[in-house]
């Protein structure tokens, strides 16, 4: 099973400010492919916010990017807003197996 | 737009079986060719995969559920289901079912999400 390890478990920013989140797997993801990060607003289900570790799903903002191959990825969210709030998971697929991260909570100061 | 919508019993007792659907709208489950997950978030642990169908009947289990889980299919009814078996305190989650339209294990849509409380 490949473990996903994300940190800071929490960040606390002023808006404006950007936000670099990290998830490093304990073994390479099989293909960039499978590498995926989702936003979950408190009280909300999870939403899809990039796939293939580095593309935009639909309606997401150009103030998030991801990076990264092999073991080390990241979600950067520039400019943050308000409404960036919540907790934010990686995933992958691997070994026939999906696997998420525990998240990283982003808080506004 | 795809939208889900899970259903089904909020309290189940202990060694029962957990029963949960999920309908589908705005899209084809047949036509579309979706893979239909069911995930769940355990309190304070994070997300759980459980596994997918598509809707040939073809499935996809965690194997550390796979023992214990049937996902089944109904495309006439546009809708898919969960069933868990043998549920202890430990299966107390919310439960969503998501679609993953790619064939990589992107998940999108999710379901809203319906909280399962295993108790007696």
């Known amino acids: 099973e490949i473990v996903l390890t994300q940190s800071p478990g929490t960040l606390s920013l002023s808006p404006g400010e950007s936000a670099t989140l990290s998830c490093r797997a304990s073994q390479s993801v099989s293909s960039n492919s499978h590498l995926v990060w989702y936003q979950q607003r408190p009280g909300q289900a999870p939403r899809l916010l990039i796939y293939g570790a580095s593309r935009r799903a639909t309606g997401i903002p150009d103030r998030f990017s991801g990076s990264g191959s092999g073991t080390d990825f990241t979600l950067t969210i520039s400019r943050l807003e308000p409404e960036d709030c919540g907790v934010y998971y990686c995933q992958q697929f691997g070994n026939s197996l999906v696997t998420f991260g525990g998240g990283t909570k982003v808080e506004m100061k | 737009q795809v939208q889900l919508q899970e259903s089904g019993p909020g309290l189940v007792k202990p060694s029962q079986t957990l029963s949960l659907t999920c309908n589908v709208s705005?899209?084809?489950?047949?036509?579309?060719?979706?893979?239909c997950n069911w995930i769940r978030q355990l309190p304070g642990k994070g997300l759980e995969w459980i596994g997918w169908?598509?809707?040939?009947?073809?499935?996809n289990y965690n194997p550390s559920l796979k023992s214990r889980v049937t996902i089944s299919v109904d495309t006439s009814k546009n809708q898919f289901s969960l069933e868990l078996r043998s549920v202890t305190a430990a299966d107390t989650a919310v439960y969503y079912c998501a679609i993953d339209k790619s064939g990589y294990y992107w998940f999108d849509p999710w379901g809203q999400g319906t909280l399962v409380t295993v108790s007696s």
């Open positions: 705005g899209g084809s489950i047949r036509s579309r060719g979706y893979y």
């Open positions: 169908i598509y809707y040939s009947g073809t499935t």
